[in-house]
C-alpha cells in the first residue's frame, strides 16, 4: 500500500486552511515555556473537562448497564480515536487533530443514549420550537459549558480552536455517499441547523466522520452476543449477508475482524482525488451490518421497554424545574426544594448560578469566568438552561434524580 497519500494535504503548518483551523473560540492563555501543539492542547483540555469524564456512566446502545464489560461512551470515543488516528497517520494527516476531534465528538451526548437525545428533541420542539441534536449539542458544551482552572485556579472556558469544534459538530452523518471530501469554506459553525448539512473543513474531521461508524457497528454487535440479545441464527444471517457481498472476505463478525478489515479497505481506497472512501462492496457491506444492527438490536423488544423508563424519567424531571419559573425569583424556587429533592435542588442551583445571571456574588465564591449564557428573565432562555443541564447528566445520576421524585 502507498504511504502518505495525503501528505501535502493535511491540516499543517503552511497548508492553506492553517491560520483558520487554529483560530481559537475565545482567549486562552499562551505559556512561554509549553511544548505542546496548537491540536494537542486542545485533546489535554478536553481530555481533562467534566464532560468527557461523564462519558464513562454514559449509554452507548444498552442503558445503565451493570456489566463492566458492554460498550460505554467514553469507550466508544477511545475506539473512534484509535482508528482515526490509525488512519491518519497512514494517509500522512494530522494525528493530533484528529484524536482532539474523536475524544470530543460525543461530549453533548444526552443519557440513555440516542433514545434521549429523541426526548430533548420532542421537548425543545414542543416547548420552545427548537430541535436538539447532539452535534450542535456538543459544540455548545465545548464552546460555553465545559470549563477549567486557569493559573489562578479560575474557571473559565475550553477556548478550542475552530478545525476541533468543526469537527466535532460535523462528526455525524451516514457514509452510503461514495466519498467524503472537506468543504472549503470556513462557516459560523452555528449556522448549522441540521446535521450532515455540511462536509467537514479539514480531511482529519472527514476521516472521525467514518471512523465513527467503523467504531461501533461490531462493537454493538459484540455486546449484544454479550447480552444474548442476538442468536446464533441471527448471527448465521449476518454472515450471510456478508459472505454474499462479493471480495470483502470477512472471516469472524466481530469487532476486531470488521475494524481491521475496515481500516485496510479505507486506507487502501482513500486520496486527495477520490476522498475519503470504501470500495464499493465495502460500502455496501457496512450498510448492510448497520441495517442488520438496527433490525435485531437497535430495536429489540428488551430496549424498548427501557425507553419508555428513559422518556419517564426526563420528561418528569423537566416537567418539575420548568413549573418553578418566577422569572428574577426562579433561583428562589430552586432553593426551596432542597427541603424535598436535595439532590435536584443543589445539582440545579449549581447550573443557574454557572451560566445564568441569577447570583454574580455567588459566581464570585465558585470562581468562574465563564460566559454567562442563559436570561432567566427570559421563560425559553430558562426551558433551554433545563435541557442542557438533563443534557449533561449520566444515566446513573438522572435515575438517582428521578428516584429522588418518586420516594416518600
Not at 32 to 55: G, M, P, S, V
Not at 198 to 223: F, H, M, N, Q
Request: charged content about 25%; aromatic content about 12%.
Amino acid at each position: 500500500m502507498q504511504k502518505g497519500k495525503f501528505k501535502n494535504s493535511g491540516t499543517f503548518l503552511g497548508s492553506p486552511k492553517w491560520e483558520k483551523s487554529i483560530e481559537r473560540y475565545g482567549l486562552l492563555e499562551n505559556r512561554e515555556d509549553d511544548i505542546r501543539t496548537e491540536f494537542w492542547r486542545d485533546y489535554n483540555r478536553i481530555l481533562h473537562c467534566k464532560a468527557y469524564r461523564r462519558l464513562k456512566h454514559k449509554t452507548q446502545v444498552f442503558f445503565a448497564t451493570t456489566n463492566d464489560h458492554i460498550c460505554t461512551r467514553i469507550e466508544h470515543v477511545s475506539h473512534v480515536a484509535s482508528v482515526s488516528e490509525t488512519i491518519s497517520k497512514f494517509l500522512g494527516l494530522n494525528t493530533e487533530l484528529t484524536r482532539a476531534i474523536a475524544i470530543g465528538h460525543d461530549l453533548g451526548h444526552a443519557p440513555f443514549g440516542h433514545k434521549g437525545e429523541v426526548v430533548l428533541n420532542q421537548i425543545a420542539k414542543k416547548e420552545i420550537n427548537q430541535t436538539f441534536w447532539h452535534e450542535k449539542n456538543s459544540l455548545w458544551f465545548i464552546d460555553k459549558i465545559e470549563t477549567l482552572q486557569n493559573q489562578e485556579g479560575r474557571k473559565e472556558n475550553l477556548a478550542l480552536t475552530y478545525a476541533v469544534r468543526d469537527g466535532i459538530i460535523s462528526h455525524c452523518g451516514e457514509v452510503n455517499e461514495n466519498a467524503i471530501f472537506p468543504r472549503n469554506a470556513a462557516i459560523d459553525l452555528y449556522e448549522i441547523d441540521r446535521p450532515n448539512q455540511y462536509s467537514p473543513y479539514t480531511w482529519e474531521a472527514c476521516v472521525v466522520k467514518i471512523a465513527d461508524k467503523i467504531s461501533y457497528l461490531g462493537r454493538d454487535i459484540e455486546d449484544a452476543i454479550s447480552l444474548k440479545i442476538l442468536s446464533r441464527t441471527q448471527l448465521k444471517e449476518l454472515k450471510l449477508i456478508s459472505d454474499k457481498i462479493t471480495n470483502t472476505h470477512i472471516r469472524e463478525i466481530n469487532n476486531t475482524v470488521l475494524m481491521h478489515d475496515f481500516i485496510i479497505n479505507l486506507c487502501q481506497m482513500s486520496s486527495p482525488e477520490d476522498g475519503i472512501r470504501f470500495s464499493d462492496d465495502y460500502l455496501q457491506l457496512i450498510n448492510s451490518i448497520k441495517k442488520f444492527n438496527y433490525r435485531n438490536i437497535y430495536n429489540h423488544e428488551r430496549l424498548v421497554h427501557f425507553h419508555k423508563y428513559a422518556e419517564l424519567i426526563i420528561t418528569s424531571i423537566f416537567d418539575v424545574l420548568a413549573n418553578l419559573y418566577t422569572k428574577e425569583k426562579t433561583v428562589d424556587e430552586v432553593k426551596k426544594l432542597q427541603g424535598t429533592y436535595p439532590l435536584l435542588s443543589d445539582s440545579f442551583y449549581d447550573w443557574l448560578v454557572t451560566y445564568s445571571e441569577s447570583d454574580f456574588g455567588q459566581r464570585q465564591f465558585y470562581k468562574v469566568d465563564n460566559a454567562v449564557i442563559y436570561n432567566l428573565n427570559d421563560y425559553n432562555d430558562y426551558l433551554m438552561s433545563i435541557i442542557h443541564y438533563l443534557s449533561s447528566m449520566t444515566d446513573n445520576f438522572i435515575i438517582r434524580l428521578f428516584n429522588e421524585l418518586t420516594k416518600f
